[in-house]
T-cell receptor, first 113, second 113 residues
Framework: RKEVEQDPGPFNVPEGATVAFNCTYSNSASQSFFWYRQDCRKEPKLLMSVYSSGNEDGRFTAQLNRASQYISLLIRDSKLSDSATYLCVVNMDYGGSQGNLIFGKGTKLSVKP | DAGITQSPRHKVTETGTPVTLRCHQTENHRYMYWYRQDPGHGLRLIHYSYGVKDTDKGEVSDGYSVSRSKTEDFLLTLESATSSQTSVYFC????????????FGDGTRLSIL
């Protein structure tokens, strides 16, 4: 099983739509979870951290399910500017590796007018 | 935005030549990282540093070396570049190692012919 898996998409949605991305991770000892956004030919930028109780930032909601080892990102009322690749990021603490972050390959979102 | 500057931003060179990429930060963060990003792969950790002169290997360290002589600078060296090292290289920083997101520089596009 790959360490962090995401549906690569692309997800093509109209403006105003609600879209959800899921991500699964393999290490049950993982403690930190993040969603990053990466625009074409740009650097990844932190979108939000994911907390155990779930958290919301405006139109974005992140949830964590430790029992099933997946995290999700929900985007409501999609905007054209949301078009990007969304990276799921999980820390993998195998003791010696001291908590390396493992990046998923990303899910591409395209929001159309 | 985090104060991270990567140089050069673009470089084209020939197989067998040495190449050094520089990452400079103004945040005084302890941890610095070098990643590469290739199509079909997530970001992969090459090396990281946890202090001046303190470095460790990441997932894909073969063919790369690093040095950190000052808190603000982290250098990545390809001693003898190969075509397989053609990639986009990102530097990242974080204040702490565990449970912390990382913040990325703009990236360096390296082509080895």
């Amino acid at each position: 099983r790959k360490e962090v898996e995401q549906d690569p998409g692309p997800f093509n949605v109209p403006e105003g739509a609600t879209v959800a991305f899921n991500c699964t991770y393999s290490n049950s000892a993982s403690q930190s979870f993040f969603w990053y956004r990466q625009d074409c030919r740009k650097e990844p930028k932190l979108l939000m951290s994911v907390y155990s109780s779930g958290n919301e930032d405006g139109r974005f909601t992140a949830q964590l399910n430790r029992a099933s080892q997946y995290i999700s990102l929900l985007i409501r009322d999609s905007k054209l500017s949301d078009s990007a690749t969304y990276l799921c990021v999980v820390n993998m603490d195998y003791g010696g590796s001291q908590g390396n972050l493992i990046f998923g390959k990303g899910t591409k979102l395209s929001v159309k007018p | 935005d985090a104060g991270i500057t990567q140089s050069p931003r673009h470089k084209v060179t020939e197989t067998g030549t040495p190449v050094t990429l520089r990452c400079h930060q103004t945040e005084n963060h302890r941890y610095m990282y070098w990643y590469r990003q290739d199509p079909g792969h997530g970001l992969r950790l090459i090396h990281y540093s946890y202090g001046v002169k303190d470095t460790d290997k990441g997932e894909v360290s073969d063919g790369y070396s690093v040095s950190r002589s000052k808190t603000e600078d982290f250098l990545l060296t390809l001693e003898s570049a190969t075509s397989s090292q053609t990639s986009v290289y990102f530097c990242a920083i974080s204040e702490y190692r565990a449970n912390q997101p990382q913040h990325f520089g703009d990236g360096t596009r390296l082509s080895i012919l």
